[in-house]
């Protein structure tokens, strides 16, 4: 259950999905992922309120993904902000309650604006085979979306708003379905015209987003994390002259933790969340899964930086014995790591 919203977590077998995802195009229905709408004149100002990433120089037409914080900096949600207009922008939601944090804050603090759940649900296209099959449905055009960029497109003479990202780093599309009448029509015209492409039903993938650094809110961060602890810094625009809740305890942090990454060079079952150094817990493992592309065990750990020190091995405890895992920074650069993919056994 996501955002009060049933989310599948695989077909076939998880690791199936995954080289699927890795070679074809699957069509997955992530309406989990509420829109939660803010128009009006103070849209901007609203927004800018509840996330620490400078938006003030967005243009209509693009999306940003943005941590959400409170006062402490501690990560409400990650959504992705799309503005579609100069007074109307969308947040795609992770699963924590956004609309209400937000219509307290536009109470508060007395702004002008409407914050509402559209009928607005996202669908999305996600794999190497993605832009074809898009293609063939929405046109040619869809080919020119860029990165992050989205656009409305027509479906059967209604327009939807149709973006170049998706949670996966495998590449695809996502349509904002905003016509309830017509998302049985989409899915099937996506299946039929996708049948030589192989196309299949699919959802998040828990290995492919491990693999690809792609953290999960209410595992990997959450309120009582912030997202320089997260490595989300790229997203924090400490620099910058804004009024947002957050930025000045952003500013004044020492991070005592990093999520970091993980790997195990065999694969196993981790039977306990901590890790150690010299029999002390330095961390403790928020997400796993084993890569079956580079035969490793993989895992994001919290490590808490005064206890780590400049150790990068630590013991995991395993089905198998207590085994050694190597700390690295995210996203995961396998080619550092000295490891090469590998191609899926038929
Ligand atoms: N699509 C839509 N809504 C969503 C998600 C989505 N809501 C919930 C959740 N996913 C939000 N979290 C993320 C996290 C990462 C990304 C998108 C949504 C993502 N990140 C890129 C990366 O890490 O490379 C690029 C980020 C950037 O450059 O701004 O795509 O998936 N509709």
Redesign the pocket.
Known sequence: VYNHTLLATKFRSIEEDYWHLCENVQVWD?SC???VAISGPDAYRLIQLMTPRDLSKARIGR????PLCNPQGGIV????A?KLTENDWWL????TDVMLWAQGLATGFNLDVTVTEPDVW?L?VQGPKAEDLMARVFGESVRDIK??NIKPMSYQGVDMQV?R?????QGGF?I?VNDASLAGPLWDELFAKGQDLNVGPGC?NLIERVE??????GNDMGYDTTPIECGLD??VSLDADIDSLSISALRQLVPQRQLMGLVIDQACTISESNVYVDGQCVGEITSQAYSPKYGVHLAFVLCSLPALGAHLKVDVNTNLSVLKGQLTTL?FNFGALGLTPKTPVK
């Open positions: 992530v992922e509420k829109q999306c940003f993904y943005v949600n990650d959504p992705i799309i795609s939601i992770a699963d996202p999305a990165f992050f973006a990202s998706g949670w996966s780093k996502e904002y998040p690809s650094g792609l953290l999960s809110l790229q997203y996203p």
